[in-house]
């Protein structure tokens, strides 16, 4: 098993420009999820999702959008590049039942954003 | 309004001592809580966790520590190697918020020979 894979792992974006983060796992996990680590800072969710068509905000979703075609994918879209939005970026997944509630969250390697 | 915070940014320790790295929270309705490690250029690992129905859980040269009146909870490693060289996370999860994780700010541990 790869895990949690992302791409690319390292990109610099003029200001205003798009680009989408990409995101495999091949865990069958159910649930999965986008932060952003900023220097100093802890992780902090920007979208995650419990299943194939289904997405919700977490704490920091401005500037930022998802989807979840498939149960292994969950990209990330920025459309107008912002400095605020240089960041290194972490998507994770997990198994997550109702009853249990007591998953773990695989992470993957990250990507490094810079928007100058 | 940080709800889990690590007040200690970094931490260094003596290869073979202990290290103990501490966490408070805010929020009471948070009840499963999760420490991660992280490496330099990749992405955090899980490494423990404990729910809120026990104030104790170990694995191995790791255990974590909750005290729920104090809001507090800690992570012991003993003894601590210079492998265990990393940034630390505490994590915390509330009632229904399924797979939502609050994270603190990290702790950086560094071991010394």
């Known amino acids: 098993n790869a895990g949690v894979t992302q791409t690319p792992k390292f990109r610099i974006l003029k200001i205003g420009q798009s680009m989408t983060l990409q995101c495999t796992q091949d865990m069958n996990h159910n649930y999965m999820y986008w932060y952003r680590q900023d220097p100093g800072m802890g992780l902090k969710l920007i979208y995650y999702s419990v299943g194939a068509g289904i997405t919700d905000k977490g704490e920091v979703p401005n500037g930022y959008n998802v989807s979840r075609s498939t149960t292994e994918d969950f990209p990330l879209r920025l459309e107008l590049a912002a400095p605020s939005q240089t960041s290194v970026y972490f998507c994770?997944?997990?198994?997550?039942?109702?009853?249990?509630?007591?998953?773990?969250?695989?992470f993957g390697p990250g990507t490094r954003l810079l928007v100058l | 309004d940080q709800q889990v915070k690590q007040n200690s940014p970094s931490l260094s320790v003596q290869e073979g001592r202990i290290s103990i790295l501490n966490c408070d929270y805010t929020n009471s309705m948070f009840d499963y809580f999760l420490w991660y490690k992280k490496y330099p250029a990749e992405g955090p690992t899980f490494l423990i966790s404990?729910?809120?129905?026990?104030d104790k859980n170990e694995d191995g040269r790791f255990t974590v520590f909750l005290n729920k009146s104090a809001k507090h909870l800690s992570l012991h490693i003993v003894p601590s190697q210079p492998g265990d060289s990393a940034v630390y996370f505490c994590?915390?999860?509330?009632?229904?918020?399924?797979?939502?994780?609050?994270f603190g700010q990290g702790t950086i541990l560094t071991v010394h020979p």
């Open positions: 404990i729910s809120s129905i026990k």
């Open positions: 994590a915390a999860r509330g009632g229904t918020s399924y797979g939502k994780l609050t």
């Open positions: 994770a997944s997990s198994y997550t039942s109702g009853t249990s509630g007591q998953e773990t969250q695989y």
